[in-house]
Structures are given as structure tokens and as C-alpha cells.
């Protein structure tokens, strides 16, 4: 009877555990290549023509950001508040003067803002000296990017969507609740709930989302640079970037933090990324995929460590770099060397 017991109990466990796993949770095959902002070192940040021009390159995913406007548009803005160096008016001039906060406008007067290219002679315009400008580019509602991918007919491309809130400035935004419950919204009405997850630096809107939504995947975002510090590893009581958790409360390691917040995801600094951490991420069951990664040499030792995937401003030196090494990407359709990322330096 015992024996039988037993059987019986481990059935019910195997049947539990196959049934916690929706299609929105399943990885993607392959390396995960994502255009960060849609490749705002080519093409005007976290706008349509990013996305399409990504959609093109053939991308795995689109990563973008995402604020609440005063009438409760989810939005598609890298910034909190309005960007000087980004953003004109309808008389075509930069923005100057106090910058405004998104959730203080409505989607009406958000949408007549020009964010088709940088303003010349700032740092921003010397560091993304290549990029494209197209005058008359709109700050996109998220309903928009989802339009964009189903009018391309593209059905496997994800869409990684962030949570920009910053709990030392909780002025500058919509609470956590109502971000979250904001952006689930559009998400169900997109009907591609499998293609998106949720990222966040701030793990409040990480934990709302995995109680609402728990089959969506959901991605902690880490810094631990010293200007930047979201961790604060050894420092008295949980950092506020974690959602109530203290890293010392999980042996100060990072992934078993991100496996308490219910995340599937890992995407810490690439500054930050170290072997012994990526085999303690992958061993708790985490995907590890590094920000913001724009040198190829810094993307080829990424790989070597073996990472993911890597989110970048530049996906096609990244695409180039993982056809090179035969490592295949969803949407690339390269065949899998056995030694690309063990030793992508490997001769072709």
C-alpha cells in the first residue's frame, strides 16, 4: 500500500511540475540576441523605426521600456521624465528648461513630441554618433510595438518589456501597482502573453507581476557598480531596488535572490558578469542575459562564459558576431557549432 503510496504521490509531483510550465515560460531556442531600445546606436531609441529596423535585422527579441502617461497609456520611453536631448516640439526645437514627467501628460500631448534624433553637440549625440535620425518619430504606445510585430507577420520575435520606476523617486512616477497593472492590461489584450516578459531594476513590479500573471515570464535587472549599486550587498536591511529582499538574507548571491523574487531571468550588468556566478545562475535553473553589451570583444568573452544571451545597442555587429561563430539565434537560423561558445575565437 505504501509502495503504491508513493507511486502515486510521485505521479501527482511529475503532473504538478509540467503543469507550472506554460508556452510563456519556455526559453527560447537558442542564443537570445535582443536590440536594446530596437538598436538605438543605429536608429532612434524605443521608437517604430527601431523596431522595424530590428524586426529586419531578424532579432530574437525586442527589448524596450515602458512609462504610464496621465491618462494611463502604457508608453513606450526609455525616460522618466522627458529627455532634453531627445525630444523636440512642435516648433522643432530640443526641450529646455524643467523636464517634465511623463505621467503628467497625456498620450495626446505626448504623441506630438519629435524623438527622431539626438541633439547635436551633446555627450548622448558623440556616443551614438551613427545613428540614423528620422525626423517625425512619436513616442509609441506599447499597443503600437505590438501592431508593428503582428503587422510584419513576424511570430516568433519576443518582446522583453521594462518597468522604468525608481524607488528613491517615487514622485516621478505611477506606483508600482498601477504601472503593473497598467501594462498587464495591454499585455492580455496583445493576445502574446508566451512572447513577452517583464524586466525591471525595481523587483516590486517583478513580484505584482508574478502573482497576477504567475505563467509570464518575468527578468531581475542587477547593478552593482559602484556609481550604481541596486544590490548593496553587505549593507544593513534590503536594498529598495529588491523588492523587500535582503541579499545577505540569500548568502549575498545574486541568482538565489533572483530565484526568491520568482524571476526566470538573470540580466545583470555585463561589468558585473563572472563565471562562478553564471554556473551558480544556470545550476538554480537561471537563463543569464548581460546589459548592455557593445564591443564585440566584450560580446565574444561574454560567450565564451557562457551566457544566454546579450542584449545590446548595436544587434547587428552582435547578429554578425554570432554568424560568425555559428551560434544559432531564434530568428537567425545558424546551426550550432558544438565549440562557438566554448571558444568563439575558434577559426571557421
Known sequence: MRSRLKVIIVMMLAVLAAGSTSASEHPPS???LQAHRGGRAVMPENTLAAFAWALELGVSTLELDCAVSADGVV????DRLLNHDLTRGA???FLTGQRIPIKSLDYAKLAKYDVGRIRPGSVYAARFADQQGRDGERIPRLSDVFELVKERGNTNVRLNIETKLNPLEPETTVG???FVDALLAEVRTSGMQARIS??????RTLARVKRLEPMLETVALTD???SDDTVQLGKAGPSPWLGGLDIDDHQGSVPRAVVAIGARVWSPNYR??????????HALGLRVIPWTVND???MARLLALGVDGLISDRPDLLRALLQAKGVSFAGGGFALRADAVSNPAAPQ
Do not use: L, N
Not at 508608453?75 to 526609455?78: E, R, Y
Not at 517583464?198 to 523587483?203: L, P, V
Open 224 to 226: 552593482q557598480q559602484p
Open 30 to 32: 537558442g542564443f537570445d
Open 272 to 281: 558585473d558578469v563572472r563565471a562562478e556566478t553564471i554556473r551558480e545562475a
Open 296 to 298: 564585440p570583444a566584450e
Open 75 to 78: 508608453v513606450v520611453t526609455h
Open 198 to 203: 517583464i524586466q525591471s531594476f525595481d523587483w
Open 91 to 93: 516648433d522643432g526645437k
Open 176 to 178: 508600482p501597482d498601477d
